[in-house]
């Protein structure tokens, strides 16, 4: 392993500790900047021994240093698969549309594993998909993409038109959709915070992207449905949190691009070959 790649990993592990931070207290309205970590349980400031990421988990056997109590294997997981995705961002296609400039796309792509992993969690967590996340994640992913067409690329705006385009047609098409299936079936589609994430993957990866999104978003999280069916570790009509499919779908097709996936996919994409 290369040293760039051990400085990435590490890079990537104290993000994801700050990303475990901003996971806990942002539902809570807590500040996760000015004020220090906590233990949860006996409320002791914790101190640097205390905060190195996945180390410090394993050399305090996964208790606080103070009350004892069980700190969870999520930290450690969370700091380990930041780092992992941190190192998947260096080979991404990235932003689809734009010329590649390898410094530019894997801070971007960083930039979107941030928000992707916060996302996931607390809708796992809460159920919800806050939207100072959504709405912030879509203006970072439009603004690196105005950033691209003017200062990288010195090309024209329509990259950038495109992807406000799949923003604002992800965002109103899928609420018309969401409401018209409501209206039939009684029954909710898609939650607001799930179009708006959907809305914000427009903002990112541009129409193509948007649609492969979706249509991934649905597959993976049907085939989870059918196979907790299945091995019974999901009961019928039990609610599913769909945001951590759609955020796992947004970084395949961030890293293997659109096209991959239509080639790959096919048939699923069948309103490409009318």
Known sequence: ?????????????????????????LPKRMSFIRSRSRCPNCKTKLNLLDLIPVLSWIFLKAKCRYCKNSISIRYPL??????????????????????EDSFFMVVSGWILVCYLVVLSLIDIDEFILPNSLTYTGSILGLGLILYSNLFINNSSVNTFLEHIYSF???????????YIVKSIIKKIALG??????????????????????????????????????IFRLIKRGQYIQFGPFICSSIFMVWFFGPQFWIELLGDLFWWKYL
Do not use: P
């Open 192 to 229: 607001g915070g799930d179009v708006k994430l959907f809305a914000m993957s427009g903002a990112w990866l541009g129409l193509n992207g948007l649609e492969v999104t979706v249509a991934l978003s649905f597959l993976i999280s049907a085939i989870f449905v059918l196979l907790g069916l």
């Open 1 to 25: 392993m290369s040293s760039f790649n051990l400085q990435v990993i590490l890079l990537g592990a104290c993000f994801g500790s700050f990303l475990n931070v901003v996971i806990y207290r």
């Open 78 to 99: 969370v700091e380990i698969g930041t780092s992992f995705l941190f190192l998947l961002c260096l080979k991404s296609e990235g932003f689809v549309g734009v010329n």
């Open 168 to 178: 604002f047609l992800a965002l109103f098409g899928l609420s018309i959709f969401s």
